[in-house]
Every structure is written in C-alpha cells, then in structure tokens.
T-cell receptor, first 114, second 110 residues
Framework: DVKVTQSSRYLVKRTGEKVFLECVQD?????MFWYRQDPGLGLRLIYF???????EKGDIPEGYSVSREKKERFSLILESASTNQTSMYLC?????????????FGSGTRLTVV | SQQGEEDPQALSIQEGENATMNCSYK?????LQWYRQNSGRGLVHLIL?????REKHSGRLRVTLDTSKKSSSLLITASRAADTASYFC??????????FGTGTRLQVFP
C-alpha cells in the first residue's frame, strides 16, 4: 500500500528549540509539500519541492526551512520554535504533471510548542 | 486566488440522507479535486474532475463541474455515520500546487 509517512504523530517541544519534522514517501513522487492546518484557517502551504534539492516558498514560509536531499524524503525545519507554530503539520506528495494528479497525504504531526 | 471556497461551512444530516457541498473558485483550472479529512488525520483524495468533464461518479459520490460558473458540487448519497468528516475542494491550475480552503464539516447522525 503506497503511503506518505510522517515520523511523529504527536510532538511537544520547547520555545527556542530547533525542530525537525520528517516526511517519507514510497511512491517515487517528484513533488512534496508541507502544510499547516489551524482551526478556522484551513490548510496553508508552507513550502514545496518539485525535485531533489529544489524548494519553493508557499504562502507562509516565515520561521520555517526545508530540506530535500533525497527524492523520498522532505524535512520541515523550525529553526527556533515559537508558540505560534503550535499546529497540525501535514505532508503530501504527488506525481509531477502540471496539475494532473491528486495528492497523497501523511497522517499529520500535531506539534505543541510550550 | 486559486483557492476554492466551500459552502456551507457546516452541514448536519441524518443517516440515509444525501449531503451536498458546493465549491466556488475564481481562476481557470485544469481540474478540480475533492478531499476528505477525518478528525485529526491527513486528507484523503476522493475524486478528480477535469475541466472538460461535467460530471463524475465514484461509488456514492457524484461530482459536478460548471466551468462557466466556476463552481463544483459534491453529492454524497445515502450518507452514513462514517461519512462524518471535513470535505475540501481544491481547484488545480496548470501547476502542481494545491491551495485548500477551510472546508465543509459534515456531521452524519445515526
């Protein structure tokens, strides 16, 4: 069964910590995405990547960075976690195709920054 | 904006009834996708309808697309308690980037 795996289901970190959220897909997809989801705000795109070592900013990249050293893995990094980054983080992947394909999502990581 | 806007924001029905959710968008699209999200989980892709299609079926799901009105609807027939979830539409332009709205929260009571 093809899937996107997020390394942690729940995570609690302290303010100021550097936080790594990992996402791995086994579908050989070119595209990978990171979203955060907050009540009343829906899903907002943080960063995405169309290929290894490539990244593009989404709508809310401030306070985040990403790394894609291998095709199957896309990491989201919170350089210095803050309480306003408490949220549900969702990773997704898709085939490259100019919008022809649907996304496969991971189960999400609920991050709490205290 | 590429974002789709779902309507209504919330919908409550009894099991066995039909549920209809609507989506409006503002730009030309390549296709439009619908996703479901169970509480606290990731999104699941339900159906994709291309811009040259007007209607598509998948099991109890029926999706329509009216590109002249820039709108789509998702109909779930004979709903079940297990259909309780949030539903999102995502209009797709000629890029691979999906922008989601805030979704419709569907509650199906047994």
């Amino acid at each position: 069964d093809v899937k996107v795996t997020q390394s942690s289901r729940y995570l609690v970190k302290r303010t100021g910590e550097k936080v790594f959220l990992e996402c791995v897909q086994d579908m050989d997809h070119e595209n990978m995405f990171w979203y955060r989801q907050d009540p009343g705000l829906g899903l907002r795109l943080i960063y995405f990547s169309y290929d290894v070592k490539m990244k593009e900013k989404g709508d809310i990249p401030e306070g985040y960075s990403v790394s894609r050293e291998k095709k199957e893995r896309f990491s989201l990094i919170l350089e210095s976690a803050s309480t306003n980054q408490t949220s549900m983080y969702l990773c997704a992947s898709s085939r490259r195709g100019q919008g022809q394909w649907g996304y496969t999502f991971g189960s999400g990581t609920r991050l709490t920054v205290v | 904006s590429q974002q789709g806007e779902e309507d209504p924001q919330a919908l409550s029905i009894q099991e066995g009834e039909n549920a209809t959710m609507n989506c409006s968008y503002k730009t030309s699209i390549n296709n439009l996708q619908w996703y479901r999200q169970n509480s606290g989980r990731g999104l699941v892709h339900l159906i994709l309808i291309r811009s040259n299609e007007r209607e598509k079926h998948s099991g109890r799901l029926r999706v329509t697309l009216d590109t002249s009105k820039k709108s789509s609807s998702l109909l779930i027939t004979a709903s079940r308690a297990a259909d309780t979830a949030s539903y999102f539409c995502a209009p797709m332009r000629h890029t691979d980037k999906l922008i989601f709205g805030t979704g419709t929260r569907l509650q199906v009571f047994p």
